[in-house]
């Protein structure tokens, strides 16, 4: 492999695991703690992906269409929590995997009646498109730079706030021990609706960002979500810093075992690797769960 | 002596409801020729192949607990095996060494040991981790081998791998769908009796046992650990034999086999026909396929139907199907 080559991929790898960390960290919060397994957030990815898509049509402004879809994958978010999962918190995971699972065949279907079969074209606008030279000889999309960028900012930014304000102090608190929190006077419940509305909107941002380079199309969702489901395996559920480096370490992982291992092998790198993981420490790299 | 013949009656009386489900099942063919509607044979041929699938999953999920999303993985390697060894039977190209066949009752075992060798190195790595995390990496595991199977391009990668060689028993050859449908049910009949048999064994207790309480049960001086692998190896086989035979009566094989929605739809097979009877799962298969059947004919939005069928289920119906045949269970 050329320096270029290694540079590319590099970039290739950081950009789906940022974009990973994204659809896992809503993923993680809410079953560090509520203990629920949703599903169904591969669909609010695929929702996010759906509205930017028409809302662009609509408004004609890109960052109008932006704000206006996270905000709607927020929206769905909250229907979805409040009117079918908020039932299943004190269910079993059978009954959580099972309604879940009825979700997402649902929200599939009715995105079909929506969009219809075929592909929605999701235009980036003129300032996006187009590449630069990141360094002598390769030059890298600018949309993918943005994404990468937009990714570590919110990263960051979920950082800063999980692990240095009040609300973040009470993230933490109720993922790693609900009953304890919810006795020393945190709002558990209301906590989690929020969560669980930053974590739907998140999803959507992962979505519109995948939208432009994969394609927007029903059943987008399912293959990020069960990566996004070993990102949290691997960092240990309810951790916001597992969730991040779990990510990269997927995302480069996949990428690289793309390139450099025949395909029988590459598709399967991620899924050995978190065999080897969780042989090692089967509750995954920082589990917030002591 | 008399006491001898009560209990052995008593033993025959808890098989009486596999024995009216087979006989009912026995039954289709002549019904579907009486009705003209060849049909009939088909759907329900896939009924008692998904069912069996359900009914291997439903060992470990009813009865130890262990909610595995990746069933639809070794359903899959089953049947890809059967069809991979008709693909070099039919190129007359050897693999690893020894020839293909077209015979299944070669076929069968091959496939079961490879079955049987995924689930044990999958189940050792999965076990070890327990609740949710045992839920994801089942899933985990089951897109990987998904993944492997798109990426076989000489059989067909994405595309699947359609067997061109004549399947054979030894020296016979099925003709009929009929045939392999009473073949099917025969198989189907003898899982079930073998399944409660071993629910009622030793064994079975500990396995039921584990899923209530391990604690307790490491506490009475038996490790869950080679039990619950055991369980899983022979659920995961009776997933596998339900495949190879699906792949024999299809003469296809594709990735979609084992995509992991198909992985969920045997989780809902089982949870639908009832997750408490090792013959649940065979009624929840009959009603699945039938309503999959009736709603793809109405309509090509059925998934939105039977999703929310399945949120009903999960809202409404605890015991599954089973218990409105027979009454609950537990009074």
Redesign the interface.
């Known amino acids: 492999m050329t320096p270029v080559l290694w540079v590319e991929q590099t970039l290739n790898g950081v950009q789906l695991g940022v974009m990973l960390f994204l659809m896992s960290a809503g993923l993680t919060l809410v079953f560090g703690i509520m203990n629920l397994i949703n599903l169904a957030h591969g669909s609010l990815y695929m929702a996010g992906a759906f509205f930017a898509a028409t809302f662009t049509l609509w408004t004609g402004n890109f960052f109008l269409a932006l704000l206006l879809a996270l905000a709607a994958s927020a929206l769905l978010g909250v229907v979805m929590e409040y009117s079918v999962l908020r039932r299943f918190y004190g269910r079993s995971h059978l009954d959580q995997v099972l309604v879940t699972f009825g979700l997402i065949l649902v929200v599939n279907d009715v995105t079909r009646l929506i969009w219809g079969v075929v592909p929605v074209p999701f235009g980036i606008p003129t300032f996006l498109s187009g590449s630069v030279f990141v360094m002598p000889g390769l030059p890298y999309p600018i949309f993918r730079l943005a994404v990468l960028a937009v990714g570590l900012l919110v990263a960051l930014g979920l950082f800063l706030i999980v692990a240095h304000t009040r609300v973040g102090m009470w993230i933490r608190a109720g993922a790693s021990d609900r009953v304890m929190a919810g006795a020393l006077g945190v709002d558990v419940p209301l906590i989690f609706s929020i969560v669980f509305a930053a974590g739907a909107a998140l999803a959507g941002l992962a979505g519109l960002m995948a939208g432009p380079i994969t394609a927007v199309q029903v059943g987008m969702g399912e293959p990020v979500l069960i990566l996004a489901l070993v990102v949290i395996v691997v960092g240990g559920i309810g951790s916001i810093r597992g969730a991040f480096i779990a990510a990269l370490l997927i995302g480069v992982a996949d990428t690289f075992g793309r390139v450099l291992l025949p395909p029988a092998l590459g598709s399967m790198v991620i899924f050995i690797l978190m065999a080897a993981i969780l042989a090692w420490r089967p509750r995954g790299l920082f589990s917030a769960h002591g | 002596m008399d006491k001898f013949v009560r209990s052995w009656l008593a033993e025959l009386k808890s098989y009486a409801a596999i024995f009216a489900l087979v006989a009912v099942l026995a039954c289709v063919p002549i019904v579907a020729q009486l009705l003209d509607n060849p049909f009939l044979i088909r759907l329900l041929t896939r009924a008692v192949l998904l069912g069996m699938a359900a009914v291997g999953l439903n060992f470990i999920?009813g009865f130890g607990g262990l909610?595995s999303?990746m069933h639809a993985s070794l359903f899959g390697i089953g049947a890809y095996v059967v069809a991979i060894l008709a693909w070099h039977d039919f190129n007359m190209e050897p693999v690893l060494g020894f020839s293909g066949t077209s015979n299944v009752l070669i076929a069968l075992p091959v496939a079961l040991l490879c079955v049987g060798l995924a689930a044990m190195t999958?189940g050792v790595?999965a076990l070890?981790?327990m609740?949710?995390?045992f839920?994801?990496?089942t899933?985990?595991?089951n897109?990987?081998l998904y993944?492997?199977s798109?990426?076989?391009?000489t059989y067909g990668g994405g595309d699947g791998l359609q067997i061109l060689s004549t399947l054979t028993f030894n020296h016979f050859v099925i003709t009929s769908r009929a045939q392999f449908y009473w073949l099917c049910v025969a198989v189907l009949g003898t899982v079930l009796i073998v399944m409660h048999k071993i629910i009622k064994s030793r064994f079975g207790m500990i396995l039921q046992a584990c899923a209530q309480n391990e604690r307790r049960v490491k506490a009475l001086g038996f490790a869950p650990l080679p039990y619950k692998l055991v369980a899983f190896v022979i659920s995961g086989l009776i997933a596998g034999l339900a495949g190879a035979l699906w792949a024999v009566g299809q003469g296809f094989v594709s990735p979609a086999d084992l995509s992991?929605?198909r992985s969920?739809d045997l989780?809902?097979i089982a949870?639908l026909g009832g997750t408490g009877r090792v013959y649940g799962p065979v009624l929840g298969a009959i009603v699945f396929v039938v309503l999959e059947s009736v709603l793809s004919g109405l309509t090509p939005?059925?998934?939105?139907p039977?999703?929310?069928?399945?949120?009903g289920?999960?809202?409404f119906l605890k015991g599954g199907l089973a218990d409105l045949f027979v009454g609950r269970r537990h009074a």
């Open positions: 999920l909610l999303l999958t790595i070890r981790t609740g949710a995390y839920i994801m990496i899933l985990a595991f897109q990987m993944y492997f798109i990426s076989l391009q992991w929605m969920a989780v809902v949870v939005y059925w998934q939105l039977l999703g929310l069928i399945v949120i289920i999960v809202v």
